[in-house]
Nanobody
Framework: QVQLVESGGGLVQAGGSLRLSCAAS????????VGWYRQAPGKQRELVAR???????NYADSVKGRFTISRDNAKNTVSLQMNSLKPEDTAVYYC?????????WGQGTQVTVSS
């Protein structure tokens, strides 16, 4: 009964910025953590950033200093501000909510960075 919807993806030039957002609806109880993952063609899905209920953040080394994850607990949303985008950031980005220690996934949003 939990649904996640991502938005904000698109096509940008290298060096540009995008802001992704994800909103959760349905039976939202205790959210343990929220995060963003991405998957490029021919590659495994990887963690980009996450933030726990206690506010602890983790970032992939490849995005540190460029991406920032944030959350709005009142609205059950999570965002990812992506700056200084590189072609290697091109991927489908998925948001993830860990609710009562069970994972829920969004449908994904495409981010394409041109050189």
């Amino acid at each position: 009964q939990v649904q996640l919807v991502e938005s904000g993806g698109g096509l940008v030039q290298a060096g540009g910025s995008l802001r992704l957002s994800c909103a959760a609806s349905g039976s939202i109880f205790s959210i343990n953590a929220v995060g963003w993952y991405r998957q490029a063609p021919g590659k495994q899905r990887e963690l980009v950033a996450r933030i726990t209920s206690g506010g602890t953040t983790n970032y992939a080394d490849s995005v540190k200093g460029r991406f920032t994850i944030s959350r709005d607990n009142a609205k059950n949303t999570v965002s990812l501000q992506m700056n200084s985008l590189k072609p290697e950031d091109t991927a489908v980005y998925y948001c993830n909510f860990l609710i009562l220690m069970r994972p829920y996934w969004g449908q994904g949003t495409q981010v394409t960075v041109s050189s």
